[in-house]
């Protein structure tokens, strides 16, 4: 069926002219050369930005009275000069008393007769005069002690007294008065118990000031330095650790299990080792005559019993055993010798062994000796008992 005989069942007109017309394409952009196609589609035009609806903040709402402030005058009561300012507070609490009155108290600067200076006083520093310490002593009271405003404040003929010299004549007057007042007890203010020791800070000033005037050099080498000590530190750490668990390790293994080794390897030697032993015993059996006379001569030296497999030179130490070792460690404790040699070369183990060997047979002598002597005390008192029975 084609579109005429639809549009004859439905009796609707040819088409129009105006439906024939073909819509104009719109221009196309054309692919930039070096981009793939596949790359190109997925770039697109900027993005729309979402439209928000404009918001506006909400307006305050107060449902109570608004608090009403007012500017009032005030003068600090702790305050000589009566000096008025002013401030805003609430209304609530106006023609009350200002809050920090009294927050911080004056200090109390100690006060001495003329009779206490010339007694006390006169001679602790011959460069003080009375009239000097007085103006002092008045502008620690004016300054409440605040040493900073004083050393900036003081002038006194021409005099340059540095902070360090002012505190020293102050903490100087207030330790001799009550050194002598202590017998009436008055040491109420703590300033008292407390010394000033001028040469000690001059010194912890200049030292801040060294550390304040550092370069970045400086700086960065003194970081260097401290680093490389924390690594020594930890170096040593470690090998003290590693040291201590050798000679646990070194103790607890019997002579025994380290010769265990040795023993399987010689079961397990190959055919061609065999023929060498065979062969070497073959020699042995020719150098038996020439042996004999060594033999004799071998045998009256002091025999030294060998630890069989690989060991470290001071496992070959030997060992007291029982009550005589509790004994000997305490006289090499005396001597100032540990338990076991710090490098234990072959002459330090040497002298090792042989300073516990005299120490071993001292105490066998002196037993010895005690035993003799307990002997001739027994034989003395049997022959006194003879002789007066005679």
Same mark, same amino acid.
């Given at each position: 069926?084609?579109?005429s005989d639809i549009r004859d069942i439905l009796q609707l007109g040819k088409?129009?002219?105006s439906s024939g017309i073909k819509k104009a394409k719109l221009p196309t952009e054309r692919r930039p050369d070096g981009i793939s196609r596949e790359l190109y589609s997925l770039i697109g035009?900027?993005?729309?930005?979402?439209?928000?609806?404009?918001?506006y903040k909400a307006k305050f709402n107060v449902k109570k009275k608004a608090t009403p402030w007012m500017l009032e005058s005030f003068s600090n009561n702790a305050r000589s000069d009566n000096l008025t300012l002013q401030h805003w507070i609430k209304a609530a609490n106006a023609n009350k008393t200002y809050p920090f009155a009294y927050t911080e108290k004056p200090g109390a600067v100690i006060e001495y007769s003329d009779d206490e200076y010339e007694?006390?006083?006169?001679?602790?520093?011959?460069?003080?005069?009375?009239? *000097?310490?007085?103006?002092? !002593?008045? /502008?620690?009271?004016?300054?409440?002690?605040?040493?900073?405003?004083i050393t900036d404040r003081y002038s006194y003929k021409d005099k340059s007294r540095s902070m360090e010299d002012l505190k020293d004549r102050y903490y100087a007057i207030c330790r001799t008065l009550a050194k002598e007042r202590a017998s009436e007890r008055d040491t109420g203010y703590p300033l008292y118990q407390y010394a000033f020791d001028k040469a000690r800070e001059v010194e912890r000033k200049q030292a801040l000031e060294t550390l304040?005037?550092?370069?970045?050099?400086?700086?960065d080498e003194e970081e260097a330095l401290l680093v490389e000590m924390r690594r020594i530190e930890q170096n040593e750490a470690r090998l003290?650790? *590693?040291?201590?668990?050798? !000679?646990? /390790?070194l103790a607890q293994l019997p002579a025994s299990s380290r010769g265990d080794t040795?023993?399987?390897?010689?079961n397990n030697s190959s055919p061609e080792h065999s023929k060498k032993r065979r062969r070497s015993g073959i020699e042995d059996q020719s150098k038996k005559s020439r042996r004999g006379s060594s033999i004799a001569e071998a045998s009256t030296l002091p025999k030294e019993k060998l630890v069989p497999g690989v060991h470290v030179q001071s496992q070959r130490l030997p060992s007291t055993k029982g009550a005589m070792h509790a004994k000997v460690l305490k006289v090499m404790d005396e001597l100032g010798v540990g338990p076991r040699p710090v490098m234990p070369t072959a002459a330090v183990c040497h002298g090792f062994e042989q300073l516990q060997t005299s120490i071993a047979a001292m105490f066998e002598l002196k037993k010895v000796v005690d035993k003799m002597e307990m002997e001739h005390r027994i034989a003395s008192h049997i022959d006194k008992l003879h002789n007066q029975e005679a």
């Open positions: 069926m084609s579109g088409p129009s002219e035009s900027a993005p729309s930005v979402a439209l928000l609806k404009p918001t007694k006390y006083l006169a001679d602790i520093d011959p460069e003080w005069s009375k009239e *000097e310490t007085d103006y002092l !002593m008045d /502008l620690c009271r004016k300054y409440n002690m605040r040493f900073i405003i304040a005037g550092r370069t970045k050099e400086q700086m003290e650790r *590693e040291k201590e668990s050798v !000679m646990h /390790l040795n023993n399987t390897a010689a």
